[in-house]
Nanobody, 126 residues
Framework: QVQLQEAGPALVKPSQTGDSLRVSCEVSGHRFRDLVMAWYRQTPGKEREYVAAISRSGDSRYYADAVKGRFSVSRDNAKDTMSLQMNGLKPEDTAVYYC????????????????WGQGTQVTVSS
């Protein structure tokens, strides 16, 4: 059974320059290096929003316009983990962040991921 488990600090008070936060996702029950991975986020009353994706090798990375230049996705295939480094956080980045995985490389284009974590709350407050 494939399991994706997110982890990371929950509450951040942004400074004038914007705080930074790192969330991670650990995968078990599947060969991690065979999965393309992604991050999504969701706020109450809104649809889940694509944030970033990364290829199996980690050589290719993709970002939503809302986070481009501030967020960075990475993976460590030796540790079965993916991370999302979030810099310049804003209150509008507050959401539940989900990691997702797919056996299909097409998922990066189709945004159809079959494996999902339970989510971790990230709150950016002033």
């Amino acid at each position: 059974q494939v399991q994706l488990q997110e982890a990371g600090p929950a509450l951040v008070k942004p400074s004038q320059t914007g705080d930074s936060l790192r969330v991670s996702c650990e995968v078990s029950g599947h060969r991690f290096r065979d999965l393309v991975m992604a991050w999504y986020r969701q706020t109450p009353g809104k649809e889940r929003e694509y944030v970033a994706a990364i290829s199996r090798s980690g050589d290719s990375r993709y970002y939503a316009d809302a986070v481009k230049g501030r967020f960075s996705v990475s993976r460590d295939n030796a540790k079965d983990t993916m991370s999302l480094q979030m810099n310049g956080l804003k209150p509008e980045d507050t959401a539940v962040y989900y990691c997702a995985g797919s056996e299909s490389t097409m998922a990066i284009a189709t945004k159809r991921f079959e494996f999902w974590g339970q989510g971790t709350q990230v709150t950016v407050s002033s």
